[in-house]
């Protein structure tokens, strides 16, 4: 018999599986202290949580029988990973059960702010009938505008389908042909704001999509469009937001999420064109059940040694391959990272390559890095090492890999390509002895960088004075280089620089370097 403890309250439905479980024997024991919970811990084979129970390194080290811990939700803050990690267990969460409903209340949020309903709704139960001041618009043969289009971004694409709008949708791994398949345009941002009537933003709040709705944005968008966030606060810029409506720029916007929850003293909420609730995306009988139903079959898998997917740390790994590949974790997930970030277009292929001393062990465990840094530069937290397979099939994105005996001469050297819509980029990595992870090559040319801080590419012809001008530029803007490499193929034909710095640039900075004579394009990477 499996023991699974309970230790925040979870409907009776949610569980139900563990419950009629022949082979399992379920304890529910709420508001247990630190202590008392380290003290009952050592005797479960798994921990079930909401966001109230704080599950430490010493909690796990105390449960020298756990061989999973489930988070019935989305947001695992309140567990050790990394302890976790290191103690083989399993953390398993529920990112899927709350689509359906925050895609529901994302688009009764745009119905809401359509026809001013809550407006309206306050002025009649104050006493008040006025049939004059709340005038709306139909969704029917307008355009939205989905920026985001993952689980939830879809659903609410579908759903506006049937009321008989036009839907552009962004997505960084949406291909024409997955965009075709669903009946949306695949368009870009800066599209999107032009044409769109309805925006409604679904991506998860990276540095990448931190105020990608900004003042910039709000200037190339028709008066009187009308936005929706239910996803992360932050995504839309709040202070462009209060602007542009202020100005008559946006007739409305419908507001599940802010920058800082609750939102203190924050002026959008008084603002009659402004519709808010508070953080409600998941906030259903059945989502609160689909998140219990989902980590109670995972954690029966992990129990049953049977195949799970939703973890969000390291799958156990065989001592000897952890030994040999566990060091070239931190070089597999920044070359992906450095490749998302160089790479334009939609990704439809990643091929990675082996080569060396590499061939002799498994290296799916290193596959899985790769691919975490490729897609969390545009996910962020939603990838992990154990679903980034599934996302990357999701997206309809292929996934490759090699192994070869030439090592070109390093003892291992791993080769990742990006094939995407507009083009094929190629970064290769290997571990130095006494130097650690190190990038020896960027597409044809030869390099050695370390893969870490902020870097800036350069493609530019190679001609004399380049670098001098690049490097009084940047002293002229206080930025100090640390380091700097230089690789090219041919005399006075096409080269690269990578430069290390101490700080990142200003968008300003950038284009002022784009500008210079001989430079082809200036790209910022953060490792």
Known sequence: MYKVLITDPLSEFGIQQLLDASDVEVVRQTNLSPAELIDVIGDYDALLVRSQTQVTAEVLSAGKRLKAVGRAGVGVDNIDINAATQAGIPVINAPDGNTISTAEHSFAMLMAVARNIPQAHKKLVDGTWDRKSFQGVELNNKV??????????????????????????????????????????????????????FITVHTPLTKETHHIISTREFAK????????????????????????????????AALDVFEEEPPVDNPLVGLPQVVTTPHLGASTIEAQENVAVDVSEEILKVLRNEPFKNAVNLPSIPAHVMEKVQPYFTLGEKLG???????????????????????DVDTSPLTRTVLKGVLSFRLGEEVNYVNAPI?????????????TAQNKGFTNL????????????????????????????IDDFAIDVAPEGYLLYIHHNDRPGV?????????????????????????????????SVDKPLTPELLDTMGELAEVKSVTQIEL
């Open 337 to 359: 990272h450095f490749l998302a970030q160089v790479t334009v277009g939609s990704i439809s292929e990643i091929s990675i390559k082996y080569s060396g001393e590499l061939t």
């Open 144 to 197: 939205l505008g989905v920026i985001g289009m993952g689980r939830i971004g879809s659903e609410v694409a579908k759903r506006a389908k049937a009321f008989g709008m036009t839907v552009m949708g962004f997505d960084p791994f949406m291909t024409e042909e997955r965009a075709q398949k669903m009946g949306v345009t695949n368009a870009t941002v800066d599209e999107i704001c032009r044409k769109a009537d």
């Open 391 to 403: 996302l990357a099939k999701v997206r309809d994105i292929t996934v490759t890999e090699q192994k």
């Open 414 to 441: 791993l080769t990742v390509s990006l094939k995407t819509t507009q083009e094929t980029r190629t970064v290769a990595g290997t571990r130095l002895n006494g130097y650690g992870a190190r990038i020896v090559k």
């Open 467 to 499: 670098i001098g001008r690049v490097g009084s530029i940047l002293g002229e803007n206080s930025v100090n280089i640390a380091t700097m490499q230089v690789g090219r193929r041919d005399i006075g034909g096409d080269a690269i620089m990578m430069l």
């Open 221 to 252: 968008m028709k008066d009187g469009v009308r936005l929706i966030n239910c996803a992360r606060g932050g995504i839309i810029d709040e202070k462009a937001l209060y602007e542009a409506i202020t100005t008559g720029k946006v007739a409305g």
